[in-house]
């Protein structure tokens, strides 16, 4: 049996509030832990456009091989991944 992967979850951070009725999704995705060979799943709830710069960021990682399993919900839990530009390559 394996153990599961540890998951951090950022929540919202002040910042990335932008109005009571802007749109939050989730994202999150695994990496490993700086500095180690620790696998970690990352999770962020952010606004349309905090998904779009740091998706970009992201998306670079999954190039090099150190960011996978990248996915995107809407608040009904449904899988919008590839409705952000950044994200579909």
Not at 38 to 64: F, Y
Request: some cysteine.
């Amino acid at each position: 049996m394996t153990a599961a992967i540890p998951t951090i979850d950022y929540g919202t951070i002040n910042r990335d509030r932008q109005g009571r009725f802007v749109k939050t999704y989730t994202l999150s995705y695994g990496t490993y832990v700086k500095g180690t060979d620790k696998v970690v799943k990352l999770v962020r709830h952010l606004p349309a456009d905090g998904i779009e710069r740091i998706g970009e960021a992201i998306s670079k990682a999954a190039k090099r091989g150190i960011a996978w399993d990248i996915q995107v919900l809407d608040s009904d839990g449904v899988d919008v991944t590839f409705d952000f530009a950044c994200l579909r390559d």
